[in-house]
Nanobody, 122 residues
Framework: QVQLLESGGGLVQAGGSLRLSCAAS????????LGWFRQAPGKERALVGA????????NYADSVKGRFTISRDNAKNTVYLQMNSLKPEDTAVYYC???????????????WGQGTQVTVSS
């Protein structure tokens, strides 16, 4: 059982940066894969990035490669999403998710945070 809490969302101008954090409960955090997903109005929830619990394997959506970086600090039970060169089309609710098996598919994640709003102005 894992509880997740996102923070760090807010308003930012295009070209700016923002770092999201997701703090997790549980004593086996390092065993879980962590994913970041986002959902814009009228759009399906889509992968932003994911990181494995063991090997450090990462995967990113093509739309954010080179701009976003996912990382984790197992000692702090926290996963981060560093977002640089933000664009208006990055505006969405961002969610973190956890799963015992590494995956990039939203419907395979078992635990979800409540989401945090990111708005990028032009």
């Amino acid at each position: 059982q894992v509880q997740l809490l996102e923070s760090g969302g807010g308003l930012v101008q295009a070209g700016g940066s923002l770092r999201l954090s997701c703090a997790a409960s549980g004593r086996t955090f390092s065993m879980y894969a962590l994913g970041w997903f986002r959902q814009a109005p009228g759009k399906e929830r889509a992968l932003v990035g994911a990181i494995s619990g063991s090997s450090g394997r990462t995967n990113y959506a093509d739309s954010v490669k080179g701009r976003f970086t996912i990382s984790r600090d197992n000692a702090k039970n926290t996963v981060y999403l560093q977002m640089n060169s933000l664009k208006p089309e990055d505006t969405a609710v961002y969610y973190c998710a956890a799963n015992r098996v590494f995956t990039t598919r939203a419907n395979e994640y078992n635990y979800w945070g409540q989401g945090t709003q990111v708005t990028v102005s032009s």
